[in-house]
């Protein structure tokens, strides 16, 4: 008899720490299921691709009409082109590193070379918060061009 307690408990023991191991499992993996929650709540956000274009220059252009005629933002292809080739030459991920903007430590970047200060103030509601990103840039540019000239179109120069 004391044999078959002795195992009893043995297997008791065991039990108890297959329990404790679980339980840490289970609350180890408590983050990343509310992480998963969490990210599926998170809205998203509106891409070249997602919207049905190509990732590609004309894509970004006809991603960002679209938004901004949703918000009422004008602006035409050709307005955008224009500005995009001369200011970037299509490159989103251009960066000014020598004029007064770089100099005071907010660089002009993206296609439309948007300082941060104006890429946040003129941010469109369903872009992304990522300025380098092709339709957020534009879409945020175009917004701050409709502000200060009217429309996109009406810019041509540095602005």
Not at 24 to 29: F, I
Not at 71 to 93: A, C, D, F, L
Request: proline share 5%; net charge positive; with cysteine.
């Amino acid at each position: 008899m004391p044999a078959a307690a002795h195992r009893r408990t043995r297997t008791a023991r065991l039990a108890r720490k297959l329990a404790v191991a679980g339980t840490g499992v289970a609350v180890l993996a408590l983050p990343l299921i509310g992480a998963t929650s969490a990210s599926a709540a998170t809205p998203t956000v509106v891409t070249a691709t997602s919207l049905g274009y190509a990732n590609n220059l004309d894509g970004w252009i006809r991603a960002s009409l679209q938004v901004m005629g949703q918000h009422g933002i004008p602006g035409t292809y050709n307005g955008i082109y224009r500005n995009v080739i001369r200011e970037s030459s299509g490159n989103p991920y251009a960066i000014n590193l020598w004029d007064s903007n770089a100099a005071a430590g907010i660089p002009s970047k993206g296609l439309l070379q948007v300082i941060d200060p104006t890429f946040r103030a003129y941010h469109v509601d369903g872009t992304s918060w990522d300025s380098y990103d092709p339709v957020a840039n534009i879409t945020a540019a175009c917004n701050y061009a409709a502000d200060r000239y009217g429309s996109i179109d009406n810019v041509f120069s540095a602005y």
